[in-house]
């Protein structure tokens, strides 16, 4: 059984920073396609960014518009851990935030869709107010 557990949420101003991460056990990381998605209040949940192997070592990264030159994904293959540098935030970033461990290997477009998602953590909180 997988286990994926966020950390890092918070209350933040205004063109803050926020460092998320989500620890992974129970299932091989090193591959994993691993991504980020948010659920803001009576919204659908969508897609922030995610990490997929490529090859070797090599991982690519994608994000969605609104968070792209902002966010960062990372991740560190040794702690079984997925990262988030959330960077400038807005008001509109505020949400609940969940680590996603997609199924199989997903072609691309289907990285932003929640469908795509095996394992779900349980979310932190993410509140960008002044």
């Known amino acids: 059984q997988v286990h994926l557990v966020e950390s890092g949420g918070g209350l933040v101003q205004p063109g803050g920073s926020l460092s998320l991460a989500c620890t992974v056990s129970g299932r091989s990381f090193s591959t994993s396609a691993m991504g980020w998605f948010r659920q803001a209040l009576g919204k659908e949940r969508e897609f922030v960014a995610a990490?997929?192997?490529?090859?070797?070592?090599?991982?690519?990264?994608y994000y969605s518009n609104p968070v792209k030159g902002r966010f960062t994904i990372s991740r560190d293959s040794a702690k079984n851990t997925l990262h988030l540098q959330m960077n400038n935030l807005k008001p509109e970033d505020t949400a609940l935030y969940y680590c996603?461990?997609?199924?199989?290997?997903?072609?691309?477009?289907?990285?932003?869709?929640?469908?795509?998602?095996?394992?779900w953590g349980q979310g932190t909180q993410v509140t960008v107010s002044s």
């Open positions: 990490s997929r192997w490529i090859g070797g070592a090599a991982f690519n990264s």
């Open positions: 996603a461990r997609y199924r199989g290997s997903p072609i691309l477009s289907s990285l932003w869709v929640p469908e795509s998602v095996d394992d």
